[in-house]
């Protein structure tokens, strides 16, 4: 595992270039850059999410998040005992925020509303005028800067009364995300052009009610984590209708949702048990979710369907522990995104796994029986579980566009690396250059309808169960200093050239202008 602590010395960082320069040969002329560019109208922004970033988690009459209160309750559950009571206090640092954003020349800024700030208890009955005024200025103040802002009404801060319900396991709370939603269409559906309902619903519910990785640590494998998928999705759909039926008329905006994606390799392509593995996972994790929404027949997918069921059957249920939606449901669901938001980060060789040790039974894991493992080639700079594998970004594009086809585009809401510190950060410029350089090529090559980009992240943040250990952030934030001072690192730097010039400069990283590199 390859780390930089600290401040890399200069000369050890241009040493490491040397070597990571090595891969880009081939698709690069003399001058550097990437031989395809991104179209004028090509959507760059950079991405972050409300309580990772804006503590002041009971200032302004915020209502507590399950995150709160999890974390106040159980101070160790993150490796470092931290939580996100302060973060990076955007908050009060919006300012400095939208500054930071601006010096990159980004013209979008995806951020997520906090639903406890808005809605102390979860329910529409009381709404929160500081937390309003809070989003308003935020929203006024990026569009002064020309930053559109694309925002997300779900990114796991579930306000704890909710939670107390049995969160997205009870079907009540589909009407209430609908309630919720339409408060924010209304309150800023005026400025607000862009939406995305929910996050990442895959590892929302199987790390937080399928395992105890994130809260609320259920631990309900293979039943809380399906009615948690099955409730996100209906949530999704209603609050999709009620803007396109109620807001979009007048707002004029577009709203999809936000789907999380490993690429899964057959671990020995020439093992046809390997490929089915691969293929297996990929339905089990991302089909699950896309394709009652983006496939022309709608519901789970076959293979879903009946995989869950036959397990289901033989470990004794009456019934399936993947519920069944009305064909009205299915109705509402199919087509129910004008766009295809993707998170993507790392890819895993797959090999087929009827059970292993520390798989829970029932358990979504057990239920899609695939063994997870990365090539030690790959380089992991930071988490554990991001290995570099630009490639994989390119395939699983694919495998979206072979089975959902061109017509709803692709937006790239998430991608990034991790590492453990510093303002020198090689492998994350190196990681940016060869992911985007893989998406181009899928662009052009490939015919993959991509029309945006969102790097992960603006800035170091709390990173949930990470607490604050790994960084993904274009800018350092020192945590020790009350103002939480931000420094744009290599990445930014090298982030906002290809904004600049529409191509990837992988020769940006020689030429940083002394001024800037004499400062970090
Ligand atoms: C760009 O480079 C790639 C990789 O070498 C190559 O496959 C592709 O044909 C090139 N395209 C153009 C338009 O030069
Ligand atoms: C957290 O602290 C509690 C109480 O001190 C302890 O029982 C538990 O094992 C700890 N958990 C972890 C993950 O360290
Ligand atoms: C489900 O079980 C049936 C009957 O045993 C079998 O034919 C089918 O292949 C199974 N399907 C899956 C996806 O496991
Ligand atoms: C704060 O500073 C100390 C001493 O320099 C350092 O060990 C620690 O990692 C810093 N904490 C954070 C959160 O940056």
């Known amino acids: 595992m390859r780390s930089s602590r600290g401040v890399a010395r200069l000369a050890t960082g241009l040493s490491l270039w040397c070597l990571l320069a090595q891969g880009v040969s081939g698709y690069v002329d003399g001058s550097g850059l990437s031989n395809y560019s991104f179209p004028d109208d090509f959507i760059f922004g950079v991405a972050t999410a409300a309580f990772q970033i804006e503590g002041a988690w009971n200032i302004g009459n915020k209502g507590e998040s399950m995150w709160d209160t999890y974390l106040h309750k159980h101070p160790n559950f ?59 200025t935020l929203f006024k103040e990026l569009l002064k800067e020309n930053i559109t802002p694309v925002v997300t009404l779900f990114h796991w801060d579930l306000p704890t009364p909710l939670m107390d319900l049995g969160g997205w396991s009870n079907p009540k709370i589909i009407d209430y995300f609908e309630d919720y939603a339409k408060v924010a269409f209304t309150l800023f559906g005026d400025i607000i052009k862009l939406w995305s309902t929910m996050n990442e619903p895959h590892q929302h519910c199987s790390n937080g009610y399928g395992g105890d990785n994130f809260v609320p640590a259920m631990m309900s494998g293979g039943v809380g984590e399906y009615l948690c998928a099955h409730y996100m999705l209906l ?31 057959p671990k020995d392509p020439t093992k046809q048990s390997d490929r089915d593995a691969a293929e297996r996972y990929l339905q089990m994790h991302l089909g699950i979710f896309a394709h009652p929404i983006y496939s022309s027949m709608g519901d789970y997918p076959p293979l879903v369907r009946e995989r869950i069921n036959n397990i289901s059957l033989s470990q004794g249920f009456t019934r399936s522990r993947l519920p069944y939606f009305t064909s009205s449901e299915i109705d509402l669901l199919r087509g129910s995104s004008d766009f295809f938001g993707l998170n993507h980060y790392t890819t ?51 495998w979206i566009t072979r089975n959902y086809g061109t017509r709803i585009p692709i937006i790239v809401t998430e991608n990034g690396v991790s590492d453990f510190g510093g303002l ?40 949930w169960k990470d607490g604050y250990t790994v960084k993904f952030g274009l800018f350092h934030v020192d945590f020790n200093s009350t103002e939480r001072t931000r420094i744009p690192k290599l990445s930014a730097f090298n982030y906002a050239e290809i904004v600049r010039r529409r191509r990837i400069n992988f020769k940006y990283i020689e030429q940083i202008p002394k001024a800037h590199i004499n400062i970090l």
């Open 235 to 265: 949530a999704h759909a209603r609050a999709y209708h009620l803007y396109d039926k109620s807001f979009r008329p007048h707002q004029k905006g577009k709203i999809g949702i936000t789907l999380d994606a490993f690429y899964a390799e």
């Open 78 to 136: 993150t490796v470092d005992g931290s939580n996100g009571d302060v973060a990076t206090d955007s908050y009060h640092k919006y300012k400095t925020d939208i500054n930071c954003v601006k010096s990159l020349g980004l013209k979008y800024y995806r951020m997520s509303i906090s639903w406890p700030r808005i809605l102390p208890q979860g329910t529409d009955n009381v709404i929160n005028k500081d937390g309003v005024r809070y989003y308003r």
């Open 348 to 398: 895993y060789l797959m090999s087929d796994m009827p059970m292993l040790q520390g798989w829970r039974v029932p358990s979504w894991d057990h239920d899609t029986g695939v063994l997870l493992e990365q090539n030690p080639l790959w380089p992991k700079p930071g988490a554990d579980w991001l290995a570099v594998y630009p490639a994989g970004f390119r395939k699983v594009l694919n």
């Open 424 to 463: 020198n950060d090689y492998a994350r410029v190196s990681y940016y250059n060869n992911y985007l350089y893989q998406m181009l090529l899928a662009m052009y090559e490939d015919g993959c309808n991509i029309q945006g980009y969102f790097a992960w992240t603006l800035m170091d943040d709390f990173e």
